[in-house]
């Protein structure tokens, strides 16, 4: 068996009949993170980090797949004649990439991921293999994501020019926001954050995972004159909602990869668009499919075209996969 039977094209291992982020409830599913184009509710049995299994539970219910296995970073979990072993992917929380093992043949499904600093998940890991299959939401030339210190630093350039008014910032409730927390802090910012609802939960749980976030209150709890000068998060939706009305005059901002397309800023009446990405940029993917090593590269999630070409220049073999249920994003999906 090669490392192009070992897994078809829907991300299935047919060795073990177990899927990869399934979009459709299975037997057996490996889930890379927490994110619901990834993590769906209903497997009948789920391999993932502690930290994903714990984002499932918190957002589907404790009771959201038949069982589950918890796989730490780096461990080989041995499944009949294949190996499975989860690595660091860089991209929120637990987000692990999926080594899978077999008769010498390995292949690596990177999931959503990035390698630039986070101090909110744990660190990307390359890992070399024969057939890789990445995603490849920023896969043009034009996506070039700036250092997110000095986004960050602009939005706090913003705040103190604007000590009458409050920042909301759109950031998706899982992984974006507890980003856009982090930096805030490790840049020296140590006021109270406001938070949105929707955000709470799924904040405490990186605080319980070990993610520091400072103080956090809630905007419905706080009085529109004590929110002049202060930064509240909501998800991207609360930009438009007339929850934002709570803030007094507030300069929207949002925190995505896709803040890069000046359009998509206009369209969503964002003010102060923040290019904070958890996805690998143009560069990052090319870099990262050369260091695999891999032959053979499957493109998947996103805009496949570019990178098959780019690969296949390079005499790789390289194939797009369409899988139904990953969403592109072109709606602003989940990052
Ligand atoms: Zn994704
Ligand atoms: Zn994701």
């Not at 714990?54 to 979990?77: H, I, L, N, S, W």
């Not at 706080?222 to 909602?241: F, H, Q, R, Y």
């Amino acid at each position: 068996m090669n490392a192009m039977t070992l897994i078809d094209r829907n991300l299935h291992i047919r060795a073990i009949d177990t899927y990869v982020d399934p979009t459709v409830p299975r037997a057996r599913a490996i889930i890379t993170h927490g994110h619901s184009d990834h993590a769906r509710s209903g497997h009948g049995a789920v391999l993932a980090t502690a930290d994903t299994i714990a984002v499932m539970k918190t957002r589907y219910g404790e009771d959201c797949a038949g069982r589950f296995q918890v796989a730490a970073f780096g461990e080989p979990v041995v499944i009949d004649d294949v190996t499975v072993t989860l690595y660091p992917a860089g991209h929120i929380l637990g987000s692990a990439q999926v080594l899978i093992e077999h008769k010498g043949q390995r292949v690596v499904v990177t999931g959503d991921y990035k390698r630039l600093p986070d101090a909110t998940a744990q660190p990307f890991e390359l890992v070399k293999c024969d057939l890789l299959v990445t995603e490849a939401t920023f896969g043009l030339p034009v996506f070039q994501h700036p250092d997110p210190k000095a986004e960050t630093a602009r939005l706090l350039r913003s705040v103190a020019a604007n000590a009458e008014r409050a920042h909301l910032i759109g950031a998706y409730p899982l992984g974006k926001a507890q980003r856009v927390i982090r930096l805030l802090r490790d840049a020296g910012y140590d006021e109270p954050i406001y938070l949105h609802g929707a955000m709470v939960k799924l904040c405490e749980l990186y605080e319980e995972r070990g993610v520091a976030l400072g103080e956090l209150r809630l905007v419905m709890e706080t009085s529109k004159a004590e929110l002049a000068g202060k930064i509240a998060v909501g998800p991207p939706s609360a930009l438009k909602d007339v929850w934002s009305r709570r803030l007094p005059d507030p300069v929207l901002a949002m925190a995505s990869g896709w803040m890069s397309v000046k359009q998509r800023a206009r369209q969503s009446g964002v003010e102060l668009p923040l290019i904070i990405s958890d996805h690998a940029d143009w560069n990052e993917l090319g870099e990262t499919i050369a260091e695999t090593g891999a032959g053979t590269v499957w493109v998947t999630h996103g805009r496949e075209d570019a990178l098959v070409y780019y690969c296949r220049q390079r005499g790789l073999n390289a194939e797009p996969l369409n899988i139904q249920g990953f969403e592109d994003d072109g709606g602003e999906g989940e990052e």
